[in-house]
T-cell receptor, first 115, second 115 residues
Framework: DGGITQSPKYLFRKEGQNVTLSCEQN?????MYWYRQDPGQGLRLIYY???????QKGDIAEGYSVSREKKESFPLTVTSAQKNPTAFYLC??????????????FGPGTRLTVL | GENVEQHPSTLSVQEGDSAVIKCTYS??????FPWYKQELGKRPQLIID?????GEKKDQRIAVTLNKTAKHFSLHITETQPEDSAVYFC??????????????FGQGTILTVHP
């Protein structure tokens, strides 16, 4: 299960606060992704990045922001503009953006609760 | 964009029975279809995948079939065991050239195998 890590495992936030979720990988993967998981809704893509210093919005980017300053790191900030942020957040990475291999490796997740 | 529908949302079987989970996709350009298994409290992990140049792929007790004409694919688990109990997600994407592997996931199926 090593290779991609997320921290913290549990995070509590007061309304109106921004919080940043960490995602690090040592797999030398080019692409990284952030998903939100809610019961009965599968995994929904928030943001993704194919290379350093580049990222694109996914299907539910509103209220979130990301950065990709280093290949191994892809932090996600949940801003106060996100109306319903309580969820399980999963980070993933893949060896290449497109091409022959598309397997995504997931981190252990961060459970965010807004108080 | 791609839309993936997954059924059933819950599936309960007796140990030793077979289980089938079905997914349909909307984008005829999709050519890569992975299945992920997520055990309770753990990260999703790839269990099998299929590309559009084949109609079926097997790996021990797990098989996936693909019907490109009808745009649906299915996961088959034979001789189910209690440790198969988990949430299963299907996904679809176009993979090739410079296109990145942005996966669209189904809503998930909670499989329960009763001893």
């Amino acid at each position: 299960d090593g290779g991609i890590t997320q921290s913290p495992k549990y995070l509590f936030r007061k309304e109106g606060q921004n919080v940043t979720l960490s995602c690090e990988q040592n797999l030398n993967h080019d692409a990284m992704y952030w998903y939100r998981q809610d019961p009965g809704q599968g995994l929904r893509l928030i943001y993704y990045s194919q290379i350093v210093n580049d990222f694109q919005k996914g299907d539910i980017a509103e209220g979130y922001s990301v950065s990709r300053e280093k290949k191994e790191s892809f932090p996600l900030t949940v801003t106060s503009a996100q109306k319903n942020p309580t969820a399980f957040y999963l980070c993933a990475s893949s060896i290449t953006a497109g091409g022959a291999s598309n397997e995504q490796f997931f981190g252990p997740g961060t459970r965010l609760t807004v108080l | 964009g791609e839309n993936v529908e997954q059924h059933p949302s819950t599936l309960s079987v007796q140990e030793g029975d077979s289980a089938v989970i079905k997914c349909t996709y909307s984008d005829s350009a999709s050519n890569y279809f992975p299945w992920y298994k997520q055990e309770l409290g753990k990260r999703p992990q790839l269990i099998i995948d299929i590309r559009s140049n084949v109609g079926e792929k097997k790996d021990q007790r797990i098989a996936v079939t693909l019907n490109k004409t009808a745009k649906h694919f299915s996961l088959h688990i034979t001789e189910t065991q209690p440790e198969d109990s988990a949430v299963y997600f299907c996904a679809a994407t176009y993979a090739g050239g410079t296109s990145y592997g942005k996966l669209t996931f189904g809503q998930g199926t909670i499989l329960t195998v009763h001893p």
